[in-house]
């Protein structure tokens, strides 16, 4: 399995702030990485696909980049409804999928 | 708009059988266009993929949980099912269903809102 490491496994940032999450893969995936945001009680939400392509209907603010092993997320202007839990998912390898243990976005 | 809504059980006895349906809404489960897949997430925990199926009936299911597994499709009702054998404490979990686009690597765009599932007795 291609495992995937986050970090930091949470942060506390203010609105307005510039965030920058990060994602490890154990192995090359080359820009096959995807950004979920989920919020308490409620399903993943589609972020970032293939690195770095925004998903229809996301805020511009999010934005991300890397390939190979390492990948960032970056929310460039923490907005009041950002404040959740991220995660990545590698879609290299389908056997199996996986994802990040998630990083937890709170609020300062 | 696609919507996709799990239903079933709440809570299942150990050693029995775990069995889940999603039904989808805007659109048809046998478009070429999607895989449907099964996912889960344990309280407080990240989440697990389990498995998905093409309208064609090819599946892909995790390793770790292949032996106990079957996702099906039924057309008909437009809709898709999971069923899980054996179940223990360690299958807790909300169960979501999700479908990814056939184009390019598998991204999961579209979600149900999950069903919690415990396993007790």
């Known amino acids: 399995d291609i495992q995937m490491t986050q970090s930091p496994s949470s942060l506390s940032a203010s609105v307005g702030d510039r965030v920058t999450i990060t994602c490890r893969a154990s192995?090359?995936?080359?820009?096959?990485l995807n950004w979920y945001q989920q919020k308490p009680g409620k399903a993943p939400k589609l972020l970032i696909y293939s690195a770095s392509s925004l998903q229809s209907g996301v805020p511009s603010r999010f934005s991300g980049s890397g390939s190979g092993t390492d990948f960032t997320l970056t929310l460039s202007s923490l907005q009041p409804e950002d404040f959740a839990t991220y995660y990545c998912?590698?879609?290299?390898?389908?056997?199996?999928?996986?994802f990040g243990q998630g990083t937890r976005l709170e609020i300062k | 708009q696609v919507q996709l809504q799990e239903s079933g059980p709440g809570l299942v006895k150990p050693s029995e059988t775990l069995s889940l349906t999603c039904t989808v809404s805007?659109?048809?489960?046998?478009?070429?266009?999607?895989?449907w897949s099964w996912l889960r997430q344990p309280p407080g925990k990240g989440l697990e993929w389990i498995g998905y199926i093409y309208y064609s009936g090819s599946t892909n299911y995790n390793p770790s949980l292949e032996s106990r597994v079957t996702i099906s499709l039924d057309t008909s009702k437009n809709r898709l099912s999971l069923d899980l054998n054996s179940v223990s404490a360690a299958d807790t979990a909300v169960y979501y269903c999700?479908?990814?686009?056939?184009?390019?690597?598998?991204?999961?765009?579209?979600w149900g809102q999950g069903t919690l599932v415990t396993v007790s007795s």
């Open positions: 999700a479908r990814h686009p056939t184009g390019g690597r598998i991204r999961f765009d579209s």
């Open positions: 192995q090359s995936i080359s820009i096959y």
């Open positions: 998912q590698q879609s290299y390898s389908s056997l199996p999928i996986t």
């Open positions: 805007g659109g048809p489960v046998s478009s070429g266009s999607y895989y």
